[in-house]
């Protein structure tokens, strides 16, 4: 997969406006009720990323997690990252 372009890579930032970009990865940050919510949506993002072969960065202090995408094998953004940031907001 090619890495995107900075101008692809601004177009989908526009279509996933939630995410923020810093250098070469995106990440976006959620906030639950309770811890408890907090590693039910790790869980899920864990399914995906094992059915995508995509697997983010994941953090998770208490009731937030922070998840960052990049793709390690091209060294930045591919359209890869943004397809799961797409799937992740889905199940928001």
Do not use: C
């Amino acid at each position: 997969m090619a890495l995107l372009s900075e101008e692809q890579v601004n177009e989908m930032l526009q279509k996933a406006p939630q995410w923020t970009r810093t250098g070469k990865e995106i990440t976006r940050i959620f906030q639950f009720k309770n811890f408890r919510e907090a590693l039910a949506f790790v869980v899920h993002v864990g399914l995906l990323a094992e059915r995508l072969n995509h697997h983010p960065h994941i953090a998770i202090d208490y009731k937030k997690v922070v998840l960052t995408l990049t793709t390690h094998s091209e060294g930045g953004l591919t359209e890869k990252d943004f397809e799961m940031a797409r799937q992740i907001d889905a199940i928001t």
